[in-house]
């Protein structure tokens, strides 16, 4: 009898490959940035989905898992997966603890006067710039309480904020004192003084932040988005920035990545941007091997349906 194929589509360590061998070792595990299609139409279990090779994928008659290797899946052709009964997972979780770290890199950044003060020492200017900002006991509002908000709230804690949630369900949740759904983001905005967003994207997250609620916000508000770029309608962000509707904004996400060179967003001085890199960490492998795909294989080989992030197609992540 054939042995039943997995295809791990990229450049993984031994170490890792030696553990997903041991949970599967009846089967032909195959590892590589370059495998060959014949591998790839074979393979019963995908981890990480390329889009250079999609439709081979999709033409796959053998197909039945995917583990993605990022935590957003809407890059993926997630109707086609639907449509073929491919059940797919994602890496939500394995960003909690760098997005986390660079979400408050930004709002100490702004409040310290940290951006204000690495552009002064390029310029060996010693000046004071008003400093006068603090973070404890302000109000930040978590838009997306998944496993990244969660992890900003509780960090929020310990700064004594007040910590506002906004999640679909409206569910409460740990380290968040009130919880809101998406629709009541007009009582959200006007009360924070910081408003990070970790939502995915889907139809209903879609431009769900613009100038209306730019003008909601206090005028001393700091925005973050690490979520995903087109949450936000970019040409009202830009506006609001100029208008001084708002104070300033982290981004690490934009409409069109990566960030145009004729972008405003490059040159102002109450913007502090990275380039898609908040998740980046050291222990990312690890964590998607080791936390996710493992324990997902176990299930998969006992016949059970993948359980850890797994996409409901319905809900849209």
């Not at 890792?16 to 195959?30: N, R, S, T």
């Not at 591998?39 to 999609?54: F, P, Q, T, Y």
């Not at 993605?68 to 603890?97: F, M, P, R």
């Not at 009541?184 to 905005?189: S, Y």
Request: charged share 25%.
């Amino acid at each position: 009898m054939a042995k039943r194929i997995m295809a791990i589509h990229l450049n993984l360590e031994d170490k890792y490959v030696e553990e997903i061998q041991k949970a599967a070792p009846d089967w032909d595990i195959h590892t590589g940035k370059e495998l060959t299609d014949d591998i790839l139409k074979k393979a019963e279990i995908l981890l990480h989905w390329r889009k250079d090779k999609e439709s081979i994928y999709l033409n796959s008659n053998q197909l039945k898992w995917v583990q993605s290797w990022s935590a957003g899946v809407d890059s993926l052709n997630l109707n086609k997966i639907a449509e073929k009964g491919i059940q797919l997972t994602s890496a939500n979780g394995v960003h909690s603890y760098p997005i986390s770290e660079t979400i408050f890199a930004y709002i100490l950044g702004f409040t310290r006067l940290i951006h204000t003060y690495v552009r002064q020492q390029q310029e060996k200017v010693w000046h004071h710039a008003k400093l006068r900002g603090e973070v404890h006991n302000k109000t930040i509002a978590v838009l997306g309480v998944g496993k990244i908000g969660q992890e900003t709230a509780k960090i929020a804690k310990a700064f004594g904020m007040r910590v506002l949630g906004v999640r679909h369900s409206g569910k409460a949740a740990e380290f968040v004192d009130e919880m809101y759904q998406p629709h009541q983001l007009d009582k959200v905005l006007p009360q924070s003084d910081y408003v990070v967003v970790t939502l995915p994207l889907t139809e209903d997250t879609h431009h769900l932040i613009g100038e209306e609620q730019f003008k909601q916000m206090k005028k001393d508000a700091f925005f973050v988005n690490i979520g995903r770029g087109p949450i936000v309608d970019e040409k009202a962000l830009i506006a609001a920035l100029e208008n001084n509707e708002i104070a300033g904004a982290g981004l690490d996400v934009f409409e069109n990545e990566p960030l145009d060179n004729s972008s405003p967003l490059w040159e102002m001085e109450n913007v502090i941007l990275t380039p898609h890199t908040a998740g980046a960490t050291e222990f990312y492998n690890q964590r998607v091997i080791e936390d996710i795909f493992i324990p997902n294989l176990k299930s998969y080989l006992n016949g059970e349906a993948p359980s850890i992030n797994l996409y409901r197609h319905e809900r849209g992540y």
